[in-house]
Nanobody, 125 residues
């Protein structure tokens, strides 16, 4: 089992930055990748970014590419969010995968075995 806990969310204005953190505990040696997903109000959960723990490859959705950056340090994973937009408002979740990711499966929620509870990010004008 892997336990995940997100933090760093909050209410900001458009153009501001936030850094989300995901703390992992438990059997983290089984983790092949960490992903970030978000669920905007009234919408389905969507892929945001991911990083492989073997090799460090990163993946981003088109909507955040160039603005967001995912990184890892031991059992912590971070999502640096810059130039935030109104449409970035959502609950953000981190998730761990116990199998290898690629450009196809990385965006699929079912690829990930463990999920955190989420942290709210609200962007206003």
């Amino acid at each position: 089992q892997v336990q995940l806990s997100e933090s760093g969310g909050g209410s900001v204005q458009a153009g501001d930055s936030l850094r989300l953190s995901c703390a992992a505990s438990g059997r983290t040696f089984s983790t092949y990748a960490v992903g970030w997903f978000r669920q905007p109000p009234g919408k389905e959960r969507e892929f945001v970014a991911a990083i492989s723990t073997t090799g460090g490859s990163t993946y981003y959705s088109d909507s955040v590419k160039g603005r967001f950056a995912v990184s890892r340090a031991r059992d912590m994973t971070y999502l640096q969010m810059n130039s935030l937009k109104l449409e970035d408002t959502a609950v953000y979740f981190c998730a761990h995968s116990t199998s290898a990711i690629n450009s196809i499966n990385v965006v699929r929620a079912r690829q990930y075995n463990y999920w955190g509870q989420g942290t709210q990010v609200s962007v206003s004008s």
